[in-house]
């Protein structure tokens, strides 16, 4: 059965640390990882990652994948109070059942920034 | 910005009502996709749908019907509402072709709470 395992459950941090959330995954057939920020209600897309070794990175944020390991970091520097939400991380994987691929998404990261 | 609606966003209801909560999207996407969230827990996949006149039941077991006649629509019923229903209902939508999910778009959740 796939797996996604993301930790730490939940982390507390001054505004301007810098944070590394973890993820960990079994996946049968595995496409890509994703990361997705949840704020109250909808998660809405970070990144999507498929190849080893290659960072994404979008203001200050970053994700890399390592597919030989099977996991991923994604980096936030100077953080803001704004960056408070739940972080979750996908994988994509083959399903029999009707063919096909679905994501299998971790718990979540619950992080949350204070002045 | 994704345009994916779910309506309605809070429903309280009592046991043994029939309801549908409603879910639409106006990107023309191909695949659409109903997930059930508790809180504190991860998004589990309970229907999909690959295009018009195609669903299919997720890795979590639901009580729940789906129907997609037409692109836009993935309405989610619950002929017999009961407690062990209430949870929050989010919608999704991608257009990765062939069996690929690739980035999701997510609707806003439909919280639903069944005394």
């Known amino acids: 059965e796939d797996k996604v395992v993301q930790s730490p459950l939940s982390l507390v941090v001054h505004e301007g640390d810098t944070v590394t959330l973890n993820c960990s995954y079994e996946?049968?057939?595995?496409?890509?990882l994703l990361w997705y920020k949840q704020e109250k209600k909808a998660p809405t897309f970070l990144f999507m990652l498929?190849?080893?070794?290659i960072e994404k990175k979008s203001g200050r944020l970053s994700s890399i994948l390592d597919k030989k390991e099977l996991f991923s970091i994604l980096n936030i520097t100077a953080t803001q109070t704004g960056d408070s939400a739940i972080y979750l991380c996908?994988?994509?994987?083959?399903?029999?059942?009707?063919?096909?691929?679905?994501?299998?998404f971790g718990t979540g990261t619950q992080l949350k920034v204070e002045l | 910005e994704a345009d994916i609606y779910q309506t309605p966003r809070y429903l309280v209801i009592g046991t043994g009502k029939k309801i549908t909560l409603e879910c639409s999207q106006t990107?023309?996407?191909?695949?659409m996709y109903w997930y059930q969230q508790d809180p504190g827990m991860e998004l589990h996949l309970i229907h999909y749908?690959?295009?018009?006149?195609?669903?299919e039941k997720g890795d979590l077991s639901s009580e729940s019907t789906v129907s997609r006649i037409r692109t836009e629509h993935f309405p989610l019923t619950l002929e017999s509402a009961r407690p062990s229903h209430t949870s929050q209902y989010l919608c999704?939508?991608?257009?990765?072709?062939?069996?690929?999910?690739?980035?999701?778009?997510f609707g806003p959740g439909t919280r639903l709470t069944v005394t």
């Open positions: 999704a939508s991608s257009e990765d072709s062939g069996r690929a999910v690739g980035e999701q778009y």
């Open positions: 996946v049968t057939n595995f496409r890509s």
């Open positions: 498929t190849s080893s070794g």
């Open positions: 996908a994988v994509e994987g083959f399903i029999l059942t009707g063919g096909g691929n679905k994501l299998t």
């Open positions: 990107m023309g996407h191909d695949k």
């Open positions: 749908s690959y295009g018009v006149n195609s669903t």
